[in-house]
């Protein structure tokens, strides 16, 4: 018994260090390596590593596992009770196929992710208007999508993803990370080129179809990016993007730039990507839609209506469609 509870706390403590690397595919190699003469343990484990993936924070799942040492088949059974009520069928837009869909967490928009694509709602909400506004026929997926849209040109300032996975498939796809080591315009690895947004690299009207997601409120002077969007855009060009967002009618700056200090006039927020805490500068209202005027965009809110929010299993989160002027 000692010795089989010492290769559990060495798998647990594996699964620690796995999770600072990669918080899924790591971890399960290691807990594999480290259980493997234990079948029943290793399998409470995967339970518990895909309750961590969907639902639970690091510490949550490594507290739940060292309970699990005393009582596996008990906590295997609490495991899977819990993800049987919230699993749910659902329509996923960016593989095009009827699958599970996981239910978790307080935000509408980062749950109900896709079982075999790793997609959550913001993510899919956002390839339904990329399908829409290119003429893509339901049913949606990214596949149609690159399929339709071989001559398009697009940057996406993020470089992994579910989209980015079937985007990159396009001869004229870019997209990049922010490293501030790096010089920008460069490359931080094989295929992502670091660009800040704020002054970006890019030619004029290089690009159909810009794409960014939940970044806008992380940048220090929006305006700036605003401006480069448009400049890299080809006019009609369109800049699809997601924000948090609650309808608010007034946008909010939490931070003012005093001969350049950034000087926090409200709490510090920050969110977590799973890589990295970033801090919040914006929180955007409705006047954004006047705002983006001012750079040459048209913008318009996009949000499901009923039979599509239940279809797709997105509860609830707009995607903005700023389409550039002509001229």
């Known amino acids: ?28 190699e290691k807990v594999f390596a480290s259980t493997f003469y234990f079948p029943d343990i290793y399998s409470i484990t995967l339970c518990y590593l895909r309750l961590y993936e969907y639902y639970l924070s690091r510490e ?5 596992i060292t309970k699990a040492i005393k009582n596996p088949r008990r906590a295997a059974e609490k495991t899977w009770n819990i993800l ?4 749910h069928q659902g329509q996923c837009s960016i593989c095009g196929i009827e699958t599970i869909m996981y239910k978790y967490g307080k935000s509408l928009t980062e749950t109900n992710k896709c ?20 003429g893509v026929e339901k049913p949606f997926s990214m596949k149609k999508f690159v399929e339709n849209s071989k001559d398009l040109a697009v940057y996406e300032a993020q470089g992994k993803g579910p989209l980015n996975f079937h985007l990159k498939k396009l001869q004229g796809y870019a997209c990049s990370e922010y490293d501030p ?16 947004l704020q002054n970006l ?4 009207e290089t690009f159909d179809l810009v794409i960014t997601q939940t970044v806008f409120e992380h940048i220090l002077e ?19 993007f997601s924000i948090p967002f609650q309808n608010s009618p007034i946008t909010e700056r939490r931070v003012k730039i005093d001969d350049g200090e950034e000087i926090f006039i409200m709490t510090k927020v920050y969110h977590n990507d799973g890589v990295r805490n970033s801090l919040v500068y914006t929180d ?20 499901l209506g009923d039979m599509d929010s239940n279809t797709y299993r997105i509860d609830g989160g707009y995607i903005f469609i700023s389409l550039k002027d002509r001229h």
């Not at 079982?115 to 290119?134: D, E, M, S, W």
């Not at 690299?201 to 004029?204: I, M, R, S, V």
Request: charged fraction near 30%.
């Open 84 to 87: 049987r009520r919230t699993q």
């Open 201 to 204: 690299t890019f030619e004029d």
């Open 181 to 196: 080591d790096v010089q920008p315009g460069s490359n931080i690895q094989e295929g992502i080129r670091c660009e800040d």
């Open 1 to 28: 018994m000692l010795n089989r509870q010492l290769y559990i706390i060495d798998g647990i403590k594996n699964m620690t260090e796995a999770t600072a690397i990669n918080p899924v595919l790591e971890i399960k």
């Open 115 to 134: 079982k075999k694509c790793g997609a959550i709602a913001r993510n899919r909400h956002l390839a339904i208007v990329l399908c829409k506004v290119f």
């Open 60 to 64: 949550k799942m490594l507290e739940l």
């Open 284 to 303: 955007y209202g409705l006047d954004l839609l006047d705002h983006l005027k001012d750079f040459g965009f048209s913008t318009e809110l996009h949000s």
């Open 222 to 240: 929006p305006d700036k990016a605003w401006k480069e969007i448009a400049r890299v855009l080809k006019p009609s060009g369109y800049h699809i």
